[in-house]
């Protein structure tokens, strides 16, 4: 059986759980969300704990088991506290601030890239303009914007320049050896 898959959830308070055959809602202080989970899983709800169980014992069902789990927990994690990613924005003159919800970014273009974010994310900019968080309850939504605005403008290897999550580790090149003698 599944290490992942047999672990059971545990609903904190504050959090509503809805099973209605494959589909499921959970609702918390941060938001709503909907899932439908295939047929080869079953979800029960058993007081403030949920389990997730297998039909059968092929290689497919086996590995939507694990899934299914953490998919599941993944929603009761976002409705209750919420995912985030963060942003750093390395390089002269690259800046972002918000202009009411949208984020409008300075990253060495002719123009301002705007962007505007899903209903349930929202985008916070620290004070220097350096990092931009991204957040919500979807951590799949979360990842997702996130990897969107990195994509303008990728850290480049020679300087480093460009946005990048926090902790990323960039490789450097050495760039031109000089001239040669």
Not at 90 to 118: I, N, Q, W
Not at 155 to 162: A, I, L, V
């Amino acid at each position: 059986m599944s290490r992942i898959g047999r672990k059971p959830i545990p609903v904190p308070p504050g959090v509503a759980v809805t099973i209605d055959g494959s589909e499921v809602k959970v609702k918390g202080p941060k938001g709503e969300l909907t899932r439908t989970f295939r047929e080869e899983v079953s979800i029960k709800q058993e007081g403030d704990v949920l389990n997730v169980s297998r039909s059968g014992d092929e290689r497919t069902v086996r590995a939507l088991h694990g899934l299914s789990r953490a998919l599941l927990s993944n929603m009761v994690v976002g409705v209750s506290q919420g995912f985030e990613r963060i942003l750093q924005i390395e390089g002269v003159g690259y800046r972002a601030e918000l202009k009411g919800k949208d984020l409008v970014m300075a990253l060495g273009f002719s123009h301002p890239v705007t962007v505007t974010p899903p209903p349930s994310i929202s985008f916070k900019v620290d004070e220097k303009a350096r990092t931009i968080t991204v957040a919500g309850p979807d951590k799949e939504q979360v990842g997702q914007v996130a990897a969107d605005i990195r994509a303008w403008r990728k850290p480049e290897p020679y300087k480093g320049k460009g946005l990048r999550y926090q902790g990323e580790h960039v490789r450097r090149k050495a760039g031109k050896a000089g001239k040669a003698q």
